[in-house]
């Protein structure tokens, strides 16, 4: 049976590793971690409502119950028409019949932005966040600031839905505890409206919420960086704050821009519909596919990265590679999937969130939406490790 080698132990990689597995392809994942991080869930992590161990899954169990090969190491750099891979260890892999890139994207980094911390960094920042929090809450009061940014050059690679809902759930945290009046939360963004791509209904609900919980806004000024306990916006304003959570913009992987492979101006990989890499003058490989963050998405302009477009993308990519080989001329596109979906959890209820080419809808769900997207945590854990059915699409 023909090799697949995979880069990247994300949401991508691995659906696209179960997937391949399932038709008896050998494959071997590469990732830079032990472990898959569930990031929609990670937001709990600070306000203690999830465990860290329990927000994730051991590789080794993942390889133990799909049946591919694992390699923890970070790819360097990948030769694309030489066909070669190299890893930091020094390891190469040159043997595969197809490649699959997986390896998300960076962020940029903005002066002074390791005076921050994110909530879409590393795993463990979640505890560095955490950890933080615990130290204003002892103290008793406290100035916190939640944002993100996106990239100009590529407006998709944007994470926004994390920021708010991290920034909930602390306000929830500290009404719990009774200390909410001694803290004054404020969220910014360099765009006037943050939220916007969700839609009109979900932005006037944000901006309803934000009053009715009395949430201070800096919208609509560049931010040029970051002080110990600032932010700098391009005014030479300031935000003064004890804590700064902040997502930057998305750019490209470092090994995707050390490759020969084509890339859009903020560095992500270029696909066609079916995931596969095109070069240009179609001068170079026709067995290498991009899927999740690490490639340059193709839609409307309120696109964005989210997980389960990445997850989409590599089952497409599995399905194509399939079909390739037994001789079919159906492709699956990942462009007509294209759309906004999330569950904006707060902590005590949550709202539904949904745009696609046709409509943009946002409905509040009170407790049972917080429990749903509790639920949802086991059933990520539980159906990827096989030890439930799938549900469909999901």
Not at 105 to 114: C, S, V
Not at 333 to 351: E, T
Request: hydrophobic share 40%; proline share 4%; net charge positive.
């Amino acid at each position: 049976m023909k090799k697949v080698v995979i880069l990247g132990g994300g949401f991508a990689g691995l659906e696209a590793a179960i997937f391949l597995r399932k038709k008896k392809y050998t494959v071997t994942l590469v990732s830079d971690r032990n472990f898959f991080f569930i990031y929609p869930t990670s937001i709990w992590v600070p306000t203690r409502d999830i465990e860290y161990e329990k927000n994730s899954i051991d590789l080794t169990a993942l390889q133990k119950a799909h049946g591919f090969e694992l390699i923890i190491d970070e790819v360097a750099c990948i030769h694309a028409r030489a066909g070669r891979v190299e890893l930091q260890s020094g390891h190469r892999i040159t043997e595969y019949d197809y490649l699959i890139i997986a390896v998300g994207m960076h962020k940029l980094k903005l002066p002074g932005i390791e005076n921050t911390l994110s909530i879409c960094g590393s795993p463990q920042s979640s505890l560095l966040i955490r950890d933080r929090l615990d130290q204003l809450v002892a103290k008793g009061s406290g100035k916190l600031a939640f944002g993100f940014a996106g990239n100009p050059k590529d407006k998709s690679a944007m994470r926004g839905g994390p920021a708010f809902e991290i920034l909930f759930n602390v306000h929830n945290m500290l009404k719990k505890k009774g200390i909410r009046d001694k803290f004054e939360l404020t969220f910014f963004a360099p765009m006037d409206k943050p939220g916007a791509r969700m839609g009109e209904q979900a932005l006037g609900m944000l901006d309803v919420s934000f009053t009715r919980l009395g949430i201070h806004r800096r919208f609509g000024k560049k931010i040029n960086g970051f002080e110990k306990k600032a932010v700098i916006f391009a005014d030479d304003s300031r935000l003064e704050a004890d804590f700064i959570m902040f997502i930057p913009g998305g750019t490209g992987h470092s090994a995707v821009l050390a490759s020969d492979l084509p890339t859009n101006e903020a560095g992500f990989a270029q696909i066609n519909d079916y995931c596969q890499v095109i070069f240009p003058d179609n001068d170079g490989p026709d067995n290498i596919y991009a899927a999740g963050d690490v490639a340059a998405l193709e839609g409307p302009k309120w696109r964005a990265k989210q997980g389960h477009l990445a997850e989409v993308m590599a089952r497409n990519t599995a399905f194509n590679i399939v079909a390739r080989d037994n001789g079919k001329k159906e492709q699956k596109g990942y462009q007509k999937h294209i759309n906004i979906l999330c569950v904006m959890d707060s902590g005590d209820g949550a709202a539904f969130v949904y745009r696609d080419a046709q409509r943009g809808v946002m409905f509040p769900m009170p407790y049972f939406g917080h429990l749903l997207k509790k639920s949802w945590c086991h059933y990520c854990r539980l159906s990827k490790l096989g030890k439930i059915p799938r549900i469909p699409c999901m």
